[in-house]
Nanobody
Framework: QVQLVESGGGLVQPGGSLRLSCAAS????????MNWYRQAPGKQRELVAL???????NYADSVKGRFTISRDNAKNTVYLQMNSLNAEDTAVYYC?????????WGQGTQVTVSS
């Protein structure tokens, strides 16, 4: 079975930081790319960051320089460190993995950036 469980979302002021966690089942992190997506109201789901099996990372232009994706294979957890948050970062954030032709998603965690 494949399970992804996000946590760490919440309310933060502009300029603040949050660290999201995604707990993954089994050995997913060691053999698959892991992704963070987000979906803001009225917008399509957007790929925010990814980390490959080998540790390479890539980011959406909108978050580059502010967000950092990382993984801890021993803990079966992928993280998204989010700094310098602004209102445009408000969204539901989802952990995701592709296995063959199937995409698996966590339940999402809400991030709200507001004064």
């Amino acid at each position: 079975q494949v399970q992804l469980v996000e946590s760490g979302g919440g309310l933060v002021q502009p300029g603040g930081s949050l660290r999201l966690s995604c707990a993954a089942s089994g050995r997913l992190l060691s053999i698959n790319n892991m992704n963070w997506y987000r979906q803001a109201p009225g917008k399509q789901r957007e790929l925010v960051a990814l980390i490959t099996r080998g540790g390479s990372t890539n980011y959406a232009d909108s978050v580059k320089g502010r967000f950092t994706i990382s993984r801890d294979n021993a803990k079966n957890t992928v993280y998204l460190q989010m700094n310098s948050l602004n209102a445009e970062d408000t969204a539901v954030y989802y952990c995701n993995v592709h296995i063959f032709t199937t995409s698996y998603w966590g339940q999402g965690t809400q991030v709200t950036v507001s004064s």
